[in-house]
């Protein structure tokens, strides 16, 4: 069975940092791109960050930009997302996804070129 399983979310305090995890099994990631979205409450569903395993390209929404990093560890078929002060605003679920790699990974950072594989989703919760 080919699985995406993100972990990771929690409550955190503005300013605080989480790291999120997204293990894949049943297939490598090694041929795919992985992306990063989230979606409030009301709200539609967002691209955070993309990442191109076969350049290791990269993507990252401007709201993130220098406070998030996307990683992955090719022994733990694992992508990673490192989020540091996070805002309020950063409250959503988060949810990792995989397809074959897009063109440009840059424009193509969005859930339509992102179909094949969905994780199940982790909360994360900014809050004083």
């Known amino acids: 069975q080919l699985t995406l399983v993100e972990s990771g979310g929690g409550l955190v305090q503005p300013g605080e940092s989480l790291r999120l995890s997204c293990a894949a099994s049943?297939?490598?990631?090694?041929?795919?791109?992985i992306a990063w979205f989230r979606q409030a409450p009301g709200k539609e569903r967002e691209a955070i960050s993309c990442?191109?395993?076969?350049?290791?390209?990269?993507y990252y929404a401007d709201s993130v930009k220098g406070r998030f990093t996307i990683s992955r560890d090719n022994a733990k078929n694992t992508v990673y997302l490192q989020m540091n002060n996070l805002r309020p605003d950063a409250t959503a679920v988060y949810y990792c996804?995989?397809?074959?790699?897009?063109?440009?990974?840059?424009?193509?950072?969005?859930?339509?070129?992102?179909?094949?594989?969905w994780g199940q989703g982790t909360q994360v919760t900014v809050s004083s």
């Open positions: 990442y191109k395993s076969s350049d290791g390209s990269t």
């Open positions: 049943g297939f490598t990631l090694d041929y795919y791109a």
């Open positions: 996804a995989a397809d074959s790699p897009p063109t440009n990974i840059q424009t193509m950072c969005l859930p339509m070129y992102f179909e094949t594989w």
